[in-house]
Structures are given as C-alpha cells and as structure tokens.
C-alpha cells in the first residue's frame, strides 16, 4: 500500500497488495477448488474443536477493532483498524463454518457467533480486553498478529485439513499486514516523545501477561498433531527484536493466572467479554430468524 493516503491505495492495480485487503473487500474465494470432504484419519470433534478456538478469536479480536471506529487518533487509524477487524471477521466466518461441517452438527457460522453463552466462547483471554488507549489496541494488535502469523504460516504447510490449510494459506498474508501495521506504530510510539514512549510501554506491559495463552496448546490441538508450544521460543524473539528496536523494554511479568486452572480456551474469561458479547449478539437475539 502507499504511505499517502488509504483511499488512493483502493484505485491501485497493484495485485501484490491485494492480501492486504479484507475478506469482504475483494472477491477471490480462499476455498475455491479445496476438497471440504474431512479426511478419513481426522476426528471431526477435534477439527471443530480447533476451528473454534481459532475462530472464536479472531471474531472477538474483530469485535474489539470495530470499536475502535469514531475512537481512533486519525480518520485514517479508523480506516485502517476497521480493515484489519474485516480481516478477522472474513476469517472467523471461514473458521465457524468448517467447525458446524467438521463436527457434523451442521451449525452455522451465525449460530455459532450468536447464539453460544460466554462459557461457550474459546478464544484466549488476550482478545476481549476492553480497549483501553491506542497504545493498547497497538501492543494487543502486535503481540496477536506476531503469533497468529507464524502459526497461520505452520498450519498452511502441516494442518491435517485441506479447508483449515487454506484459511491459514490466505489468512498468514492478512497478518503479515497486521503485524507490518502494529510494528510501524511501536516503533513510531517507542521512539517518539517521553510520553509516547511510557504509554506504549504501559500497552506492552499490562498485555503480555496474556500472551503465553496463546502457546498453551488445547487438548484437541495435540491430538491433531498440532502443539503452539512450538511456537513460543520463535515468536517472543521476533516479538523482542520489534520491542528493542522501539527502544523499549521486553516486559517481564508471568502469564496471567488461570482460574481453578482453567483459561479461555476452557471457557473462563474475564469480565470483559459478557458485555461485548451482549453487543455483538443484540440484534440477532432480539429478531431470531430475521434476513435483511
């Protein structure tokens, strides 16, 4: 994209920018020609399972940077952040919508967004904080997009389902964006002004407790091969690599407790999330059946 201004970069032919772009921007099917038939060794439970995990996340995550709009520091920030929540929402849609087929319940991806209590909700505690300031949104945005890339990139390659290896495929470019969009501010904010500085230090620190969720792998996850334990060592280099180069300091602080030893991904959340559920699922609950 260019540096000078988000709606010229719409009137661009530039085809290597394209995955940048929302989901429900452009007009490519990420599952065009994929074989949705699940494979004869992958239990469907666990598929789905995992399809919520990732799924549910990213739908939250999306919630959050929607929120963002009428907030944000700049017209253009808003434009942007409402870009990369699209993102999400194109994935989570994706993702909800291969865990109602994997588990042969053949719920949808509305029934699975509005219609599951928030105990029933899988996604890692890090996504449904409430905002806070843009110094938050860029520390939750960079410490989500570092570790889903890396992971989108694995699964793209190892996923033991053709439908999830696609979503990853198309998704691993869309964070690469993200990830592009939250180190250009770390770096803008940690080596700009005292203030600055402090604020996107205080983003960092009071985030990264909440980062190891993301490396804690779920039953279903290891049952299909699949441990983001892996992933840890790689992604909190690059992540500290980011954080030197804004001339700010690596936090330290352990993980955030779990609750009688469990996390989201059991269904334990904070409190953070009932209220934004209650907005996301409003008008769906209010007009069940409805179509516009």
């Given at each position: 994209m260019t540096?000078?201004?988000v709606?010229?970069?719409?009137a ?5 920018a394209?995955a940048?772009?929302?989901y ?6 990420p ?5 949705t038939t ?7 439970a666990?598929l789905?399972?995992?399809?919520l995990l ?6 939250v995550l ?5 929120e963002w709009?009428?907030h944000?520091?700049?017209l253009e920030?808003?434009v942007?952040?409402?870009n ?6 194109g994935?989570a849609?994706?993702l909800?919508t291969r865990?109602g ?9 509305d029934?699975l967004a509005?219609w599951r209590?928030?105990?029933e909700?899988h ?8 905002n806070?300031?843009f ?6 945005l ?9 992971l989108y990139?694995r699964l793209?390659?190892?996923a033991?389902?053709p439908?999830?290896?696609?979503v ?9 964006y993200?990830?592009e969009?939250?180190s250009?501010w770390?770096l803008?904010?940690g080596?700009?002004t005292?203030?600055?500085a402090e604020?996107m230090?205080a983003g960092?620190?009071?985030?990264w407790p ?15 091969g ?8 790689p992604?909190?280099?690059e ?12 936090p330290?602080?352990p993980p955030l407790a779990?609750?009688g ?6 269904g334990a959340?904070?409190?953070?999330l009932g ?7 409003a ?10």
């Amino acid at each position: 994209m260019t540096d000078d201004h988000v709606y010229l970069t719409l009137a661009q032919e530039d085809h290597e920018a394209e995955a940048r772009w929302a989901y429900g921007t452009g007009f490519a099917d990420p599952l065009l020609g994929v074989d949705t038939t699940l494979a004869p060794d992958v239990d469907g439970a666990d598929l789905s399972r995992y399809c919520l995990l990732l799924g549910d996340d990213a739908l939250v995550l999306a919630q959050r940077l929607i929120e963002w709009c009428t907030h944000a520091p700049e017209l253009e920030e808003e434009v942007a952040l409402a870009n990369l929540g699209l993102d999400l929402l194109g994935q989570a849609r994706l993702l909800l919508t291969r865990a109602g087929q994997a588990d042969g319940s053949g719920r949808t991806e509305d029934d699975l967004a509005y219609w599951r209590t928030e105990h029933e909700f899988h996604n890692v505690r890090l996504v449904e904080l409430e905002n806070g300031d843009f110094a938050h949104c860029v520390a939750r945005l960079l410490l989500f997009a570092t570790a889903r890339h890396a992971l989108y990139t694995r699964l793209a390659e190892r996923a033991p389902d053709p439908v999830l290896r696609a979503v990853a495929a198309r998704g691993a470019k869309e964070l690469a964006y993200h990830q592009e969009y939250a180190s250009s501010w770390l770096l803008r904010l940690g080596d700009g002004t005292a203030h600055s500085a402090e604020r996107m230090q205080a983003g960092l620190d009071a985030l990264w407790p909440l980062l190891d969720e993301l490396f804690t792998a779920h039953e279903s996850e290891l049952r299909l091969g699949l441990d983001p334990a892996e992933l840890r060592e790689p992604v909190l280099a690059e992540l500290a690599e980011l954080v030197a180069e804004a001339r700010l300091t690596v936090p330290t602080a352990p993980p955030l407790a779990r609750i009688g030893g469990r996390g989201g991904r059991e269904g334990a959340h904070t409190e953070a999330l009932g209220p934004l559920l209650a907005e996301l699922q409003a008008v769906a609950r209010q007009h069940p059946g409805a179509t516009w």
